[in-house]
């Protein structure tokens, strides 16, 4: 069974910051582009954050260019999302997800559950 477990979210005051992780296991992921995805009620599904398998090249969306940080490590394996100076639009659950065409096309095989976050004013 292939797993993506997210950890690290939580509530923050604006101008916070967290940092989530995603274990995987049942597959390796270590050869496959990896991404953020994250989800507000009531609103579509958003792209987030993407890394290409060895980390070299990442991507974000333009609302969070600048304050989050996408890494991973995969001798864990783990991919990480540093989020800064987090504003409440940044509330949403956040989902861990995996596929080789998650990085061109935002289309990924895999996802975890989900951690939430959840930023006052």
């Known amino acids: 069974q292939v797993l993506l477990v997210e950890s690290g979210g939580g509530a923050v005051q604006t101008g916070g910051s967290l940092r989530l992780s995603c274990t995987t296991s049942g597959r390796s992921f270590s050869g496959s582009p990896m991404a953020w995805f994250r989800q507000a009620p009531g609103k579509e599904r958003e792209f987030v954050a993407a890394i290409n398998w060895n980390g070299a090249a990442t991507a974000y969306a333009e609302s969070v260019k600048g304050r989050f940080i996408i890494s991973r490590d995969n001798s864990e394996p783990a991919i990480y999302l540093q989020m800064n100076s987090l504003r409440p639009e940044d509330t949403a659950i956040y989902y861990c997800?995996?596929?080789?065409?998650?990085?061109?096309?935002?289309?990924?095989?895999?996802r975890g559950q989900g951690t939430q976050v959840t930023v006052s004013s």
């Open positions: 997800a995996g596929g080789p065409k998650v990085f061109v096309d935002r289309e990924y095989d895999y």
